[in-house]
């Protein structure tokens, strides 16, 4: 039946929680799976005849065997979907453990529940934390995967061994405590977030090489490699694979490739709480919504038949060229960057995760989707000066960022009045001169909140939190307040 004391235990059905258990395997370490037989959607992982026969490998069919057969201090890894859909099943798992055992959640995907979750797990007699991956573990030597901890540092120092070891064995390519808390889930929502900023990016410009430039597929492919040589971006390093690639008649793929996109909804998560927050990301919302505008293929064609060039208001703007394509990508690339921390560095403060900013961003950057010069650059500024309220004001980053803003200003004229939609590098010049504009026109906004709802308002001639009314209707006599 295998090793009955076990070095890790594993309620973790589906193919991530296979990986990580051959990977455990594969580096020394003796695993005790418990066999989930929760319906046909979520089979229990069967084992593999090589590790029958393996004595770091046994296998319990229920609870109390499973914890029993776990050498002590426990450390168990839950996850799949089965943890996901019930808190009762971590529940039952932890009554069997004592102080000093641990469980490692690796099923939550949203922030809210991680938080509910955290919260409730303080009467388990065992110590909670979360883990979150970037991607699917079997992903890690196609793409590169990050593992994220949340938990106190104690909880870190007493399994952290396990992380490095299944790095050591390609399961990870890189992993790391985030914070206290849903810190992890936050910071792998975000990973998928700037995943998604980043291809819609990529779109853009490539829209604007296409249909502003006026290049050939291949001459656009040949700028891409360019750029992502010289960014050390992933994701342009794709796009160029995808615009050179040519089927077997010789012709594009890209061409032939409908224009409907698979709808992922990735970041989905990190959009919600940054709506929670009161935090603008709408670099990543826009990116959402053009997906979703895509989706809608048949409308878009009756519509570019009734709205040709000739009849919805075409004018003449200066063709931006290949340089300002360029940097109008850098600058939007570290706008939606910069509103992504903002994100991070808010939630952290509301919910006292104590977010290591630097480590994230490392984290973000080892996965290959979104790997690039660009989060370097943060990361360090951030092992520099962790109080940094944002990475728009580091010193680099700054001057490369006024620099290219100016290209970012003539794409998007350009878009609008030749009616390429541009709708994330459209927010993040947007959002750039939002966070820029003092004063703003939100006294206005302020003054319609109170006549339509009564919330009140500041006032510049007065100390800052004291809330005053007005009914704005000038009296008849006397001075108008």
């Not at 995907?109 to 991680?114: D, I, L, T």
């Not at 012709?251 to 940054?274: C, H, T, V, Y």
Request: net charge negative.
């Amino acid at each position: 039946m295998g090793n009955t004391s076990c070095d890790i235990g594993m309620a973790f059905p589906g193919a991530a929680g296979e990986n990580l258990r051959l990977g455990m395997i594969s580096s020394g370490l003796s695993v005790c799976s418990l066999s989930i037989s929760d319906s046909s959607q979520h089979p229990a992982v069967m084992p593999t005849r090589e590790d029958m026969s393996s004595i770091n490998f046994s296998e319990a069919n229920d609870v109390s065997e499973f914890v029993k057969r776990i050498r002590k201090p426990r450390i168990i890894f839950a996850g799949g979907k089965p943890f996901a859909e019930s808190f009762k099943l971590l529940a039952d798992i932890a009554a069997g453990l004592e102080n000093g055992d641990m469980i490692i959640d690796c099923s939550c995907s949203s922030v809210a529940e991680g938080q509910k979750r955290f919260k409730s797990s303080e009467l388990f007699p065992c110590i909670y934390a979360s883990a979150a991956f970037s991607k699917d573990p079997r992903e890690a030597r196609k793409q590169g995967v990050s593992a994220f901890f949340g938990g106190s540092k104690s909880a870190w120092d007493a399994c952290s061994d396990i992380f490095f070891r299944l790095k050591g064995a390609g399961i990870f390519t890189e992993c790391g405590r985030i914070g206290d808390g849903a810190s992890a889930i936050f910071a792998k929502n975000l990973s998928s977030a700037i995943e998604t900023i980043e291809a819609q990016l990529a779109c853009e410009a490539y829209d604007l090489l296409i249909g502003a430039c006026g290049l050939k597929m291949q001459d656009a492919a040949e700028i891409f490699d360019a750029w992502s040589d010289k960014s050390n971006s992933s994701m342009l390093s794709a796009a160029a694979k995808i615009l050179h690639f040519k089927d077997a008649s010789g012709i594009s793929l890209a061409e032939k490739i409908r224009d409907i996109p698979m709808q992922k909804n990735a970041g989905m998560f990190a959009l919600l709480e940054a709506v929670y927050e009161n935090m603008p990301f709408d670099t990543l919302s826009s990116s959402f919504f053009s997906a979703g505008a895509s989706s809608l293929k048949g409308r878009r064609e009756r519509l570019s038949k009734a709205y040709t060039p000739e009849n919805s208001g075409r004018q003449i703007c200066r063709i931006p060229d290949e340089d300002d394509v360029k940097h109008a990508l850098m600058a939007a690339r570290a706008i939606a960057l910069s509103q992504c921390i903002s994100v991070l560095r808010s939630s952290s403060a509301h919910h006292a995760w104590g977010v290591n900013c630097a480590q994230c961003v490392d984290l973000w950057n080892a996965s290959m989707p979104i790997k690039s010069a660009l989060l370097e650059s943060v990361a360090k500024a951030y092992a520099e000066n962790s109080d940094l309220e944002t990475p728009l004001f580091e010193e680099g980053i700054k001057n490369d960022s006024l620099c290219n803003i100016a290209s970012l200003r003539r794409a998007v004229a350009y878009s609008v009045s030749w009616g390429i939609p541009l709708p994330c590098m459209s927010a993040a010049l947007s959002a750039f001169d939002s966070a820029r504009r003092n004063p703003s026109s939100a006294n206005l906004l302020a003054a319609l909140g109170e006549i339509f709802n009564h919330a009140g308002f500041e006032r510049n001639d007065a100390p800052k939190g004291e809330i005053f009314h007005s009914s704005f209707e000038q009296p008849q006599r006397g001075i108008y307040r």
